[in-house]
């Protein structure tokens, strides 16, 4: 069982930076790729990137390429998005996803689990 809770958002300045924390209370966190996404009212969830299952690989998108960092901890079965240098288009509600297994995907369709979520304002 995976039941994942997001942590950190809030309302900062653009420049600012903010650390997101993601915790699986499930027993499966390692086996899992994980990924953040981020949404806005009226669009699709929009893929952030993910991390391996080991965390010795991360993939972005490239508008955070650079700003955002992706790290894992799987002893603690807790994911971290450390976003630096936000801008106003970064303000979204940000979601970190688990899917089972190595395979990775940029949809969000293909991911098994989901937390609620967690609002970002970034104001110019």
């Known amino acids: 069982q995976v039941h994942l809770v997001e942590s950190g958002g809030g309302s900062v300045q653009t420049g600012d930076s903010l650390r997101l924390s993601c915790v699986d209370s499930?027993?499966?966190?390692?086996?899992?790729?994980m990924a953040w996404f981020r949404q806005t009212p009226g669009k699709e969830r929009e893929y952030v990137g993910h991390?391996?299952?080991?965390?010795?690989?991360?993939y972005y998108t490239d508008s955070v390429k650079g700003r955002f960092t992706i790290s894992r901890d799987n002893d603690q079965n807790t994911l971290y998005l450390q976003m630096n240098t936000l801008k106003p288009e970064d303000s979204a509600v940000y979601y970190c996803?688990?899917?089972?297994?190595?395979?990775?995907?940029?949809?969000?369709?293909?991911?098994?689990?989901w937390g609620r979520g967690t609002q970002v304002t970034v104001s110019s």
């Open positions: 991390i391996s299952l080991s965390g010795g690989s991360t």
């Open positions: 996803a688990a899917r089972s297994g190595s395979l990775f995907s940029r949809l969000a369709i293909e991911y098994d689990y």
């Open positions: 499930g027993r499966t966190f390692s086996s899992n790729t």
